[in-house]
């Protein structure tokens, strides 16, 4: 998997796509925690509108993630996440650890407004 990265301000977009398992998610939060590490204050969004799936091991990979970034005093959004992959974040209650956006664009967003 591709890590596609934009820029949005201080925000930085991540995009995934196809189905997103414990390996893609790892590297993801490989590429983001050197990020968090030297930037003050990471700001990310997760786009997951072209993520078909997430797995279970990826839903505890992106758990970690939050946390390390949140110790780093940094924050994760989620943005454009399918209707199935959000259900799961609600049957889990995740949507109660993770703040989750219909558009890259009310994530971004909501950084301005914390």
Same mark, same amino acid.
């Given at each position: 998997m591709e890590i596609q990265e934009t820029l949005q301000g201080e925000t930085r977009v991540l995009? &995934?796509?196809?189905?997103v398992m414990e390996q893609e998610m790892q590297a993801v939060s490989d590429y983001v925690?050197? &990020?968090a590490d030297q930037e003050d204050a990471v700001q990310v969004v997760l786009d997951l509108g072209e993520a078909r799936w997430l797995?279970?091991?990826?839903?505890?990979? &992106?758990?970690? =993630?939050l946390q390390q970034v949140?110790?780093?005093?940094?924050? =994760?959004?989620?943005?454009?996440?399918?209707?199935?992959?959000?259900?799961?974040?609600?049957?889990?209650? =995740?949507?109660?650890?993770?703040? &989750?956006?219909?558009?890259v664009e009310e994530a971004v967003a909501s950084f301005d407004a914390a």
């Open positions: 995009h &995934l796509g196809g189905q925690m050197p &990020l797995n279970s091991s990826a839903f505890g990979v &992106l758990t970690v =993630l949140q110790k780093a005093n940094g924050d =994760l959004r989620i943005a454009r996440a399918r209707d199935h992959v959000v259900s799961v974040f609600v049957h889990t209650q =995740l949507n109660k650890v993770f703040q &989750l956006y219909e558009s």
